[in-house]
């Protein structure tokens, strides 16, 4: 299970970390308990500010993703249970990343056009 | 005379730590693990080239160290200045290697001392350790106020002294050295297990793991060394004659047992962590640290 921190993508590096350990946990390759790296060793590993890993972590937190405990570092919380997702929306997704890659678009693209989806009202 | 002893004794002691090294390299040849990532190679081949020129500016300053101070003062601090040179070293290579595997990415595992530390060299290195201060201690306390010689009595209006004793005119800066070589220590040791990495594959990890567990081995090897040649040289020059006299009073004769006890332990403490430092053995995982 890897980061990485992508210079060219507008979005802030933050928020690519928070996304990218989310994804992470959605998919099971972070399990509830699982311990993660410490806030300066990933900002060594990664060349970022620890603060940038911090607020990252800090939001999953509050979002009640992770939790941290003095000496015990940070964990994914016990609670943390991925979304189901149903296996029709699934294969849309699945369709709509291969469009989206034969269409040139990158990773942050096409989470921006979901986000924006989502964004609209619904009819 | 004194100073031919001294030479043979600080000859003696190259040799035994040079046929070491050689038995040592020719027995582990081949089983670290190998890897063809540039930036893994780059820290080996660094941190390896960092270790030799460390031990000639060793050679070199233990030489000028010798020489300093009266009445072999600078002869008893040269196994810690030595081993100073050499953390330093350590460091130096650290920080040049500092971003040498950096690439955007990052691998989400915990990486800490545990993983690294061999834990039985370890263990031993702080009882030699804990002993040789003992032993320090002890001649401290039985020390003359000059803190260089130790008064005997031959029976009857019969009193002399003897010297040289490790009494406070040398454990003091020893005390000194051995705090800074252990901060330095500290530090290399830190810097090691910190150095960043990026995402590598299983191969290139595992040879990076090898990497960083030998350079924490051969820190602690070093000082293991220095707490041996600091026993021998206890044992020799201070302890040796007067716990054979038939005056001794018991507490020389506990810090002699305690000084051989340390030696021993700190050899056998470094035979483990070069064994370690030439052939690492896979890292452990950050669930086993």
């Known amino acids: 299970m890897h980061v990485r921190i992508d210079d060219g993508d507008p979005t802030p590096p933050y928020e690519q970390l928070r996304r990218q350990l989310l994804a992470l946990v959605h998919a099971g390759g972070l399990p509830a308990g699982a311990r993660l790296p410490p806030i300066r060793q990933l900002a060594a590993d990664l060349g970022v500010a620890a603060g940038t890993v911090a607020r990252a972590y800090r939001e999953l937190e509050d979002a009640g993703w992770l939790v941290s405990r003095r000496g015990g570092g940070t964990r994914v919380a016990e609670g943390a249970v991925a979304p189901q997702v149903p296996p029709a929306v699934l294969t849309l997704a699945e369709e709509l990343v291969q469009r989206a890659r034969e269409l040139g678009a990158d990773a942050a693209a096409v989470r921006a056009a979901i986000d924006r989806a989502l964004a609209r009202p619904e009819p | 005379m004194v100073t031919g002893v001294v030479w043979l004794f600080l000859a003696f002691v190259l040799i035994a730590a040079v046929a070491l ?35 000639v500016l060793a050679v070199r300053v233990v030489m000028d160290v010798s020489a300093v101070g009266a009445h072999g003062q600078g002869l008893a601090l040269t196994p810690f200045v030595a081993a100073i040179v050499w953390v330093i070293g350590g460091i130096a290579a650290e920080m040049v290697t500092r971003s040498a595997l950096r690439d955007g990415g990052a691998v989400l595992e915990v990486r800490s001392l545990g993983r690294y530390l061999p834990r ?126 038939p005056d001794t009073p018991a507490s020389v004769r506990v810090a002699m047992a305690t000084t051989v006890a340390s030696l021993v332990i700190a050899v056998v403490s470094a035979t483990a962590l070069a064994v370690t430092a030439f052939s690492p053995r896979q890292a452990r995982t950050s669930l086993e640290a």
């Open chain 2, 120 to 245: 039985r060299g370890a263990v031993l290195l702080v009882f030699g350790i804990a002993l040789l201060v003992a032993a320090a201690v002890i001649t401290t306390l039985a020390a003359d106020p000059d803190g260089r010689s130790l008064s005997y009595t031959c029976g009857p209006n019969c009193h002399g002294t003897r010297s040289p004793w490790a009494g406070a005119f040398y454990t003091a800066p020893l005390a000194v050295a051995f705090v800074v070589l252990l901060v330095l220590v500290a530090v290399n040791v830190r810097l090691v297990v910190s150095r960043p990495r990026g995402r590598l594959d299983a191969p290139d990890q595992a040879a990076d793991d090898a990497t960083r567990t030998s350079a924490v081995a051969a820190t602690l090897l070093v000082v293991a060394l220095a707490v041996a040649a600091t026993a021998a040289g206890l044992v020799m020059f201070s302890l040796l004659s007067p716990t054979f006299a």
């Open chain 2, 21 to 55: 090294v050689v038995v040592l390299a020719v027995f582990s040849r081949g089983t670290a693990p190998r890897s063809g990532h540039d930036g893994v190679r780059r820290v080996r081949q660094v941190i390896t080239l960092a270790r030799v020129v460390a031990v």
